[in-house]
């Protein structure tokens, strides 16, 4: 007899419209729906986004504008408006998640473990001592105790106390 986790809340996510072509990043940012969307913050170069699918609670990503998937063809001004928002989201996860520790970076090409390879994304992922369990090592579950729609909220709310 298997062993069963209940994790109802996750049937909003497994009842999803499958994904549409194009590019997601590309896509959500062309939209004016931020909060559905998960986009949190936006600059002339860059938006600030949680993780659909995130490794911990306040998983986010920093997202340059421009379609591209070669770091060496960013600009400054891209460069600087994504790590603005690094800088902005570590503040606000120390807000709200008051982490032990960050992961800040990327994943370039699917060889390196890209999920979206074609638009390059740094992502920003708060750790906590004893954060990994066996539930991800012997399930292959992660365990996330809260919401993406809280987690949306608090993390937005510190942002606007944020300065720049």
């Known amino acids: 007899m298997s062993e069963r986790l209940w994790a109802p809340w996750r049937m909003a996510y497994v009842g999803k419209d ?3 072509d194009g590019c997601l990043f590309c896509r959500v940012q062309s939209e004016s729906a931020d909060a559905s969307n998960l986009i949190l913050e936006r600059n002339d170069n860059a938006f600030l986004m949680l993780n ?3 490794y911990t609670n306040g998983h986010m990503m920093a997202v340059p504008s421009r379609h591209t998937a070669d770091f060496t063809t ?3 001004p891209e460069i600087t408006g994504v790590m603005a928002l690094v800088r902005r989201a570590i503040a606000a996860l120390e807000i709200v998640c008051q982490p032990h520790g960050l992961n800040v970076g990327m994943n370039l090409g699917s060889a390196a473990g890209a999920g979206i390879a ?3 994304h740094l992502h ?3 750790r906590w001592v004893g954060d990994t369990n066996f539930m991800g090592s ?3 579950v992660r365990v996330m105790p809260d919401s993406l729609d ?3 909220e608090k993390i937005a709310l510190a942002l606007r106390n944020v300065q720049s």
Do not use: K, N, T
């Open 124 to 126: 920003i992922v708060p």
């Open 74 to 76: 960013l600009q400054e």
């Open 18 to 20: 499958p994904p549409r």
């Open 138 to 140: 012997v399930g292959d």
């Open 150 to 152: 809280s987690s949306y």
């Open 52 to 54: 659909a699918f995130p």
């Open 118 to 120: 074609d638009h390059l």
